[in-house]
């Protein structure tokens, strides 16, 4: 079984005292230039949830449509949608039972959702069993995203689609020691994360193999501000915060929103 990431103890933990937390994930923010610091920190939560209605969006969900939210953490975006489309039949999916706990303690009898404890790369469906599948900033931490794309490309239905948020970095051009010390900091704080330095075009080569038609929207600059939050600059030491914010700021990293059709 694959191990879940070390972060989501702390969030567990925050979870277990009684914070309200629906999103692991960064913002999107529509005017992210005007932002300083504390602004951005306040407004992360709105732009958290901007970040998954985007990704909605991209959807183009119906009535009557089956929709697989793969590694659904605690079930934000589900519920969103179980309000915004209450015609849809919704399945929560996630490696680490705890936060289906945490989904289920919030809302223990959905009407229109279901929560499965399974392994992306693994999908416990059979063929063309949805018509809409959502990835929210967690196909980094899979085995292989190509193995994910295949199995997101055998659950969808013809004309289905996948939408999904994921960082691409590129490798910087620093001294061997800071690279190897950039990616051990990813790995202890936000592994799993096997293929840190995978490309754009390698992802569509795995899409295509799959049979999945990729558009690509970039949401680097409108994400940025997420990085006030979650490494400030006030901070001192390496953190992986840290390591992403640099890489964002030197042009070393993209994140990406990616809608994905089954042809």
Same mark, same amino acid.
């Given at each position: 079984?694959?191990? #879940?990431?070390?972060?989501?103890d702390?969030f ?5 005292? @009684? ?5 692991v994930h ?6 992210p ?11 992360f ?5 901007? %970040? ?9 969900i119906r ?6 939210? #793969?590694?659904?953490?605690?079930g934000?975006t ?5 309000l915004s489309?209450? @015609?849809?039949? %919704?399945? @929560? =999916? ?5 936060? =289906?706990?945490?989904? %289920?303690?919030?809302?223990?009898a ?7 404890a399974?392994?992306?790369?693994? =999908?416990?469906?059979?063929a ?7 990835c #929210?900033e ?22 289905? #689609? ?7 970095l ?27 330095w ?5 992802i ?5 193999r ?7 929207q ?8 997420s ?9 001192? @030491?390496?953190?992986g915060g840290?390591?992403?914010r ?6 070393? %990293? ?10």
């Open positions: 079984m694959p191990r #879940v990431p070390a972060y989501f702390a567990l933990a925050a979870v277990a005292t @009684g914070a309200e937390i629906d999103h960064l913002g999107h923010w529509d005017e230039d005007a932002l300083g610091p504390r602004r951005a920190r306040a407004t939560a709105a732009a958290q949830v901007r %970040l998954s209605e985007r990704l909605v969006d991209l959807l183009g009535a009557g449509d089956r929709v697989l939210d #793969v590694g659904c953490g605690f934000g589900l519920r969103a949608l179980r489309h209450p @015609g849809a039949d %919704l399945v @929560g =999916l996630n490696i680490d039972a705890r936060q =289906l706990a945490v989904s %289920l303690g919030r809302e223990p959905p009407t229109n959702a279901t929560w499965i399974a392994d992306a790369c693994r =999908l416990p469906f059979a063309a069993s949805f018509d809409r599948l959502l #929210v967690a196909a980094f931490h899979f085995a292989s995203r190509a193995a994910f794309l295949a199995e997101a490309s055998r659950v969808l239905s013809p004309g289905g #689609v996948l939408a999904m948020s994921d960082f691409v590129a490798r910087p051009p620093l001294p061997p020691g800071v690279v190897a010390a950039f990616e051990e900091r990813l790995e202890a704080e936000f592994g799993p994360w096997p293929d840190k995978t490309a754009l075009d390698e569509g080569r795995d899409a295509a799959a049979g999945l038609a990729l558009a690509v970039d949401a680097t600059r409108h994400t940025g501000p990085y006030h939050t979650i490494a400030p600059d006030d901070r001192t @030491g390496l953190t840290a390591v992403l640099e890489l964002h700021r030197t042009g070393c %990293l993209r994140y990406l929103y990616l809608r994905l059709e089954k042809r």
